[in-house]
């Protein structure tokens, strides 16, 4: 499992020229899931994303995390993390979950969140999704299960 997570001021998810979600400061997250995740790899990725202190407290440190700033998130499914461009210029994509177990992850992953931070917006599980934020920093941690 990976999660791209990106401090933002703000995020929006645009599907089909409506504005699908928008959050404002908080965490725009990136979600890829491969086939060999479980339940218990969302449970591990989805603590440490709430526990990631990457906001300034008032000397200017990175040392609060999302609760203590009253943040919210957009998770954001994106298969793409899993591309493998080792060989040629197209990349595979043979190592992301399959579509039906992905999406039932992800789901899993919003449930776990909206548990513990007040607002969770998402996307849509695959659909065109055009999606945009401004970048607070620029500050941007990718987790990878494999390096937990």
Known sequence: MKFVIQRVSRAQV???NSLYSEIERGFLVLVGVCQEDTRETADKMVKKLIGLRIFADGAGKT????????GQLLLVSQFTLYADCRKG???SFLKAGDPEYANE???????SCQKQVETVRTGVFGADMKVTLTNDGP???VLDSAEL
């Open 14 to 16: 645009v599907i089909d």
């Open 63 to 70: 040392n609060l995390a999302l609760k203590d700033v009253g």
């Open 89 to 91: 210029n197209r990349p």
């Open 105 to 111: 992850m992800y789901e899993y992953i919003v449930e």
């Open 139 to 141: 500050f941007t941690v």
